[in-house]
């Protein structure tokens, strides 16, 4: 099972809601990050529900259920496949600090159809939360439907920390490895040699996330809602990259803390490192550069150094946000500076600090022929 898985100062309102598509359920604290689209179609009080895509042959069920009716998640997943008449495999998996299911099942319900789910225990022991993907037995070797299934399943919140960390499926296919086990790297940032670990499957589990997400965008490259896509897409890349750069974070933070006191040092400070970082593109490919590779060295665009930037000073208790364009073909780092002067973009209720990636400009420059703000979508992470 395992073997398959972006010098003038200008202002932006929003223009798009990113989180059109975020669905929360506030009776069980979970939520979904779902690709653009779903519908509901069913739904059973606030605890069973079902979506359907009007284009893409792909249904999610929800489904929570109480510790009084099933005592852990091998209990649920037992019960649940039973009650469909599904054959199916289930695999042990850790997620959250806690034992889930990864299942991958085969039924007939209006025609055959295959797919895979999560079983999962909620925080604070409010229950179990069930989530299954499929689609029609014709689209199920298709890898693009495959990619879709296993986005919906990655994108399930259970807590806060989801936001931060890889989704279940990710984490099954790329479980975490002993401390013992981590790869040291050096990096040097305004003349400090700061030492840090990575998780020895960090770099491929990036590289799956990225080229799934790329998948499921590709779907949307005709569709109204691209935009909203585009946005969940970063959002998928920001959520399992986070995680696997905390120490990196916290390395930087400690070796950086004499020099820089406030937040505008620290994200002018890292903004100058990945201005001088070797430049590349692949045309070819998703054309992001996973950021536990940009880090250790290896070449990368606006989008890839916005994204890293984001991600360390997130881990710093900073706010913030990547804006990309496609008419510029461009992206730009965003951070919250109270009192800053330059260039902003304001997401939501919150002005963003520019920062440009791929020139040797200070924190709040910005090419003037990039000035238009209709032109630029932000991209906030929670």
Not at 24 to 45: C, H, I, R, T, Y
Not at 168 to 179: L, N, V
Request: with cysteine.
């Amino acid at each position: 099972m395992k073997r398959r898985f972006f010098a003038v100062i200008f202002y932006m309102l929003i223009l798009s809601f990113a989180f059109c598509d975020v669905l929360v359920n506030p009776s069980w604290d979970f939520a979904v990050d779902l690709p653009e689209g779903f519908e509901l179609k069913q739904k059973s009080g606030n605890d069973s529900f079902l979506f359907e895509h009007p284009d893409i042959p792909v249904s999610i069920v929800l489904r929570a259920y109480s510790l009084s009716r099933y005592k852990d998640t091998k209990t649920a997943a037992s019960n649940v496949m039973k009650q469909l008449g599904a054959k199916y495999e289930s695999s042990d998996c850790q997620w959250r600090n806690s034992d889930a299911k990864i299942l991958q099942f085969s039924m007939n319900l209006n025609g055959a159809q295959e797919g895979w789910g999560v079983v999962a225990n909620l925080p604070d022991k409010k229950g179990i939360i069930v989530m299954l993907a499929y689609t029609p037995k014709a689209y199920a070797q298709n890898q693009q439907v495959s990619d879709f299934l296993f986005s919906c399943l990655d994108s399930l919140i259970i807590d806060w920390g989801c936001y931060t960390d890889a989704g279940p499926i990710t984490a099954f296919a790329f479980p975490k490895s002993e401390q013992k086990d981590r790869v040291s790297h050096k990096i040097t940032i305004d003349g400090k040699k700061i030492s840090f670990t990575l998780d020895p499957l960090d770099q491929e589990a990036d590289e799956f996330v990225i080229e799934r997400e790329y998948s499921v965008l590709c779907m949307y490259q005709n569709s109204k809602k691209w935009k909203e896509a585009w946005q969940r897409y970063y959002r998928q890349i920001f959520r399992n990259e986070c995680g696997r750069l905390s120490q990196a974070a916290f390395a930087i933070q400690n070796k950086l803390r004499s020099k820089c006191s406030t937040d505008a040092e620290y994200a002018q400070t890292l903004l100058s490192w990945v201005q001088g970082f070797d430049y590349a593109r692949d045309h070819k490919g998703t054309d992001f550069a996973p950021v536990t590779k940009v880090i250790c060295g290896e070449g990368s665009d606006c989008d890839s150094r916005s994204m890293l930037l984001a991600v360390l000073l997130y881990h710093m208790n900073m706010d913030t946000a990547i804006f990309v364009s496609s008419e510029y073909s461009h992206a730009l780092f965003g951070v919250a500076l109270e009192g800053y002067s330059g260039a902003k973009l304001k997401s939501f209720d919150t002005t963003y600090v520019l920062g440009e990636t791929t020139a040797q400009v200070d924190l709040g420059l910005v090419a003037a022929d990039m000035a238009d703000p209709a032109k630029w979508i932000p991209v906030s992470f929670f």
